[in-house]
């Protein structure tokens, strides 16, 4: 397993736990926040322990699905808090 493997295996389990499946978004009962925001933060502990060491495509990659997830788990935490109301 390389390093982009890795990385990308972290990223799908967390939008497995956001909900995210084949880039369609399943019912609010799929949603584990917690764990989806474990994984992102590990994703970002990565980003800052590996910077500097990475090749560009690497460091792309880990930016671009940090960027993503991110995006989607604040989504997610408005839909979240929507089915609330």
Do not use: P, W
Not at 14 to 30: I, K, T
Not at 34 to 46: R, Y
């Amino acid at each position: 397993m390389d390093f982009s493997t890795f990385v990308l295996s972290l990223a799908s389990s967390a939008m497995v736990h956001l909900g995210v499946v084949d880039g369609q978004v399943s019912e609010a009962g799929a949603i584990d926040l917690v764990s989806a925001k474990q994984l992102i933060d590990i994703i970002g502990v990565l980003e800052i322990k590996t910077r500097g060491k990475l090749t560009e495509a690497e460091d792309k990659l880990q930016k671009s699905l940090l960027y993503e997830l991110r995006v989607k788990y604040c989504d997610a935490r408005k839909r979240e808090a929507q089915n609330d109301d």
